[in-house]
């Protein structure tokens, strides 16, 4: 696995989707959110894997709100 490195992935866009369970601005859910300065960097990158998965999936069956603005890095 590659290790990302990431300070935080917030973005401040801290919009929290009861629905989806995570949050739409970076994309974890509440327990990675509030253990992230715990993570070991490995930890941290395996979150942002999830993340940016939740991100493509989310985007791909058009459930993210019709005002929202994401850059997707590939």
Partial sequence: ???LECTTPCNFYCQ???????CLG??????????????????QSAVMVLANQRL????????MPANFDYHVES
């Fill in 1 to 3: 696995m590659t290790t």
């Fill in 16 to 22: 929290y989707d009861p629905d989806k369970e995570v």
């Fill in 26 to 43: 970076c994309f974890r859910d509440q327990e990675e959110i509030k253990n992230w300065t715990h993570y070991t960097r490995t930890q």
């Fill in 56 to 63: 493509h999936t989310f985007a791909a069956i058009n459930l």
